[in-house]
């Protein structure tokens, strides 16, 4: 996934145009939900704009920032202060912390993965979760969710995205994983969800197997 690198200089740029702000307030929102934590890692967090949201919103007390793309790490680094940077360990690969986490924040980081690989991407957070931790993930969905689908419009432009992105980053992805359903299938209780563009990005609140509070 540290093909990424290739993108990450336009990135920021190309979703401002597509999205406006309305992914990052979407972002910002969910982040507001969640009751401050001691330790939260986020993976694949690209340029950082939900570091610095989680940060500024004084989310946790401590930071792992888990991003391949050595170029959006940096550019994650250039977006805070000195402060900032000491609540802050930057690494390249979750699996590398012998830490655990109150929270675990995975933003679009799913979909680029198959779904036997984010069958076994879930399980391997497992472990790295604390007793009553909480995982929020921020995707994109193609699933009916109640009485709302994505529209076909949506649908091809998930299409283009992925071409787009196995061209230029070389994603492990072919298409869009049943997220909602694999998820539905682990060992996470969901506990919160909301939704944006008619259930076409999803953002889910998934309490710890370990956590015996979950309903």
Same mark, same amino acid.
Not at 191 to 208: C, E, M, P, T
């Given at each position: !996934?540290?093909?990424?690198? *290739? ?14 702000? %309305? ?17 939260? !890692? ?8 939900? $570091?610095?949201?989680?940060?500024? !919103? ?13 170029? !959006?790490? %940096? %550019?994650?680094k250039d977006r805070l202060n000195d402060r900032q940077l000491q609540q802050v360990t930057f690494t ?10 109150? #929270? ?31 995982? $929020? ?7 009916? *969710? ?33 997220? #909602? ?35």
């Amino acid at each position: !996934m540290s093909g990424f690198d *290739l993108v990450a200089p336009y990135y920021d740029h190309v979703v401002r145009i597509v999205f406006g702000q %309305k992914i990052n307030n979407f972002n910002r929102k969910i982040l507001a939900s969640i009751a401050p934590v001691k330790r939260c !890692m986020i993976i694949g967090g690209g340029s950082g704009k939900i $570091l610095l949201d989680a940060i500024e !919103m004084n989310l946790a007390s401590s930071y792992c920032y888990a991003e391949l793309s050595s170029k !959006m790490k %940096k %550019k994650a680094k250039d977006r805070l202060n000195d402060r900032q940077l000491q609540q802050v360990t930057f690494t390249a690969d979750y699996s590398e912390t012998d830490s655990r986490f109150d #929270l675990i924040v995975l933003p679009f980081v799913l979909d680029c993965y198959s779904e036997s690989s984010v069958h076994q991407f879930l399980y391997n957070l497992e472990p790295i979760l604390t007793n009553h931790g909480k995982l $929020l993930i921020i995707d994109f969905n193609h699933e009916p *969710l109640n009485d709302q689908r994505p529209t076909f419009i949506q649908k091809q432009f998930i299409r283009l995205l992925y071409l787009f992105f196995r061209v230029t980053s070389n994603i492990e992805a072919k298409k869009l994983p049943r997220i #909602l359903s694999i998820l539905k299938d682990s060992n996470f209780t969901l506990i919160s969800r909301d939704r944006l563009y008619n259930g076409w990005i999803v953002s889910s609140v998934y309490g710890s197997a370990k956590n015996d509070d979950v309903a």
